[in-house]
């Protein structure tokens, strides 16, 4: 276990549910979500609580300052909890998105049916007829993006759960969305390799009007997440070759000057599949098992903080926050929580302590396939991506399988929105 002040493992949150797929912290509280179709509350590195969703498993969660819990679902809805004020343990659901209402209100009109795609068939434009895959809040404007397999991404009223608006964003399967927190932006990442950047512009009766302002990123291989420094105004862009791409908007800058390109941070040698953001410190979660902690310097410069190592599956999804108080010796301090479809739930401490060491040990909570560790600190001179494996890498993918390669070259399987799930299954396969 990491003693105070030290990089390192805190904890394991183990259930037998299956793959952890997404996962969201609020405070003192963390969300997460696997194949069983619940969704369970952590305290305390303890479960606290958990609610299961009927139908549709569970692929983004959301908490919003109000308290109310948004989760994005594999049969195109999102739907809405909050804890009961008399006992925050119970959890029920207080509506979803799109409302009935408003569903039934738009079901008799023709003219709210679009295209499909598939064998001529029709859909209501408010609803997304394919998973949702990624949830995002502009607390600010009060809405919130739900973005889908179907390519498209709609932007909800937090007031009223109310539709404002549904875009067909890209040509293949939306990944991510987040929104900006700067210059009225939200960003979509997609399976087509592009990244494009919308603004939002005011409408009529409180309606939003997003109009797609430039393409960021256009390349071979697949955007899996996004994640905005709001303050810094750094967009961090994660993609199946293994790299993370940045960009920064220069404040006081005409809206149609270009963004600066910060260039990439490499060190996952397969696709990375989550990012999180807090303050200066960047953590990435790759198909390689590993969890890359970064701090951005001065300019586009990055240094290393730490990698972390101890899950026996691709790390699904990550977020993190940053401890209140300091360290003994004045050092700033971070909690990372990692999900990955080996089913665990991993809760670490990052310090920006010089000299932080990590220290493993076991606990009664622990149930791991293999050995926790955290890799030293040495990291490669090459920023190539095809670079030879450095000593500091856990694991790699088995040379000559299928699922290696993929993952590493950022290949996509089949058409459409499931090539990187495909791969992640392959992976299993191949590893199990």
């Keep these: 276990m990491a003693e105070t002040g030290e990089t390192g493992l805190l904890g394991s949150l183990v ?19 696997t194949d069983s179709k619940n969704v369970r509350v952590w305290k305390d590195q303890r479960e606290f609580a958990g609610f299961k969703c009927g139908s549709g498993l569970v ?38 998105l799109p ?54 991404f709609k932007v909800w009223r937090m007031a009223d759960s109310r539709c404002l608006e549904s875009l067909r964003a890209h040509d293949d399967a939306v990944n991510t ?32 009007r997003h109009v797609m302002e430039r393409v960021l990123r256009k390349a071979d291989s697949v955007v899996t997440a996004i994640a905005v420094a709001s303050e810094a105004r750094v967009v961090y862009v994660a993609s199946s070759d293994g790299a993370v791409t940045h960009w920064q908007w220069r404040r006081g800058a005409a809206r149609e000057s270009a963004p600066r390109n910060g260039g990439a941070l490499r060190w996952h040698r397969m696709a990375v599949l989550s990012l999180a953001v807090v303050g200066r410190v960047v953590v990435s979660g790759s198909a390689d098992r590993t969890i ?3 701090r951005r310097d001065e300019g586009a410069d990055h240094s290393p903080l730490a990698v972390l190592a101890g899950h026996t599956g691709p790390v699904k999804c990550v977020a993190m926050d940053e401890e209140e108080s300091l360290d003994a010796d004045g050092h700033r301090r971070w909690v990372v929580y990692s999900g990955s479809l080996d089913g665990s739930v ?69 058409p459409g929105a499931q090539g990187l799930e495909l791969l992640l299954e392959q992976f299993i396969m191949f590893t199990s």
Excluded at 101 to 113: A, M, N, T
Excluded at 376 to 396: D, E, G, I, K
Aim: positive net charge; contains cysteine.
């Design 15 to 33: 259930k037998t549910d299956g793959h952890v797929y997404s996962l969201a912290a609020a405070g003192d509280l963390l969300y997460t979500s």
């Design 59 to 96: 692929k983004a969660i959301l908490v919003a300052g109000d308290g109310r819990i948004f989760t994005g679902h594999q049969d195109g809805k999102v739907r809405i909890w909050r804890a009961s004020a008399d006992d925050p343990t119970v959890h029920k659901r207080v509506g979803s």
């Design 99 to 152: 409302r009935l209402g408003e569903l039934l209100r738009s079901s008799v009109r023709p003219s709210h049916y679009v295209e499909t795609g598939r064998r001529k068939q029709s859909s209501l434009w408010l609803w997304h007829f394919d998973a949702v895959s990624c949830l995002s809040l502009d607390a600010e404007a009060g809405v919130i993006y739900s973005g889908s397999w179907d390519r498209t």
């Design 177 to 208: 969305v987040a929104a900006a927190g700067f210059d009225a932006l939200a960003f979509t990442g997609s399976a087509d390799g592009t990244v494009k950047v919308w603004r939002r512009e005011a409408g009529k009766d409180g309606a939003t």
């Design 292 to 294: 890359c902690v970064w």
């Design 346 to 414: 991993n809760v670490w401490r990052v310090s920006d302590a010089p000299d932080a060491e990590a220290t493993m040990g076991w606990t009664p909570a622990h149930v791991w396939k293999g050995s926790p560790s955290i890799c030293p600190l040495s990291w490669p001179s090459s920023p190539s991506p095809w670079r030879r494996p450095h000593p500091c890498a856990c694991w790699s993918a088995r040379p000559g399988t299928r699922a290696g390669a993929a993952l590493v070259l950022g290949e996509r399987t089949g």
